[in-house]
């Protein structure tokens, strides 16, 4: 089996159908780095902000899927 070199994983996804491109792994992170900020968000507000809390819950749960994604793509690729 092959190892993965760092372009197997850097397939460009479209977000929103716009220009702008990114990788999955740049929309992993970018799904967790939002996650943290509206939970910080959510618990500094009194009282605390129930729709930052539930945007944080939302970007976890899309960068968990998004990890599914990439585990499928790199077991589809023989990856080790």
């Known amino acids: 089996m092959r190892q993965c070199d760092s372009m197997t994983l850097r397939t ?22 939002k996650a943290k900020e509206q939970r910080i968000e959510a618990n500094y507000r009194i009282p605390p902000k129930t729709d930052c809390l539930k945007c944080a819950e939302e970007h976890e749960q899309l960068a968990e899927w998004l990890k599914e994604l990439k585990a499928y793509k790199e077991k589809g690729r023989g990856c080790t």
């Open 12 to 33: 460009p996804i479209s977000i929103g159908g716009g220009a702008n491109m990114m990788t999955l792994d740049e929309a992993i992170q970018h799904c967790e780095e």
